[in-house]
């Protein structure tokens, strides 16, 4: 069953933008405490690159994308988006799309299933 949908990867050339999107269910989207976007390079481990709360209110950047990478969430179409600017080839990664919460006291955990982000000239 898929809970996520990932979109908008690609190759762009160094000092380009993309903007990544992350659709859930209504259901899922709706009881999601924490949203974020991870990546992994060739050979690196998985790393937290932007997450934002329920509300919106809260964010959280790795400092390596900090100024150059907003995340959002568009509510009325359970997506989350990642607008990735001044892009660097060390941004090259498969992006993943997370989102955690709890129903009816249990926990949830899904991961979409990555977008290949190549930055390259």
């Known amino acids: 069953q898929v809970q996520l949908v990932e979109s908008g990867g690609g190759l762009v050339q160094p000092g380009g933008s993309l903007r990544l999107s992350c659709a859930a269910s209504?259901?899922?989207?709706?009881?999601?405490?924490?949203m974020g976007w991870y990546r992994q390079a060739p050979g690196k481990e998985r790393e937290l690159v932007a997450a934002?709360?329920?509300?919106?209110?809260?964010?959280n950047y790795a400092d390596s994308v900090k100024g150059r990478f907003t995340i959002s969430r568009v509510n009325a179409k359970n997506t989350v988006t990642l607008q990735m600017n001044s892009l660097k080839p060390e941004d090259t990664a498969v992006y993943y799309c997370?989102?955690?919460?709890?129903?009816?006291?249990?926990?949830?955990?899904?991961w979409g299933q990555g977008t290949q982000v190549t930055v390259s000239s």
């Open positions: 934002i709360t329920r509300t919106g209110g809260s964010t």
């Open positions: 209504r259901f899922i989207f709706i009881n999601t405490i924490t």
């Open positions: 997370n989102t955690n919460g709890t129903v009816w006291g249990k926990n949830f955990d899904y």
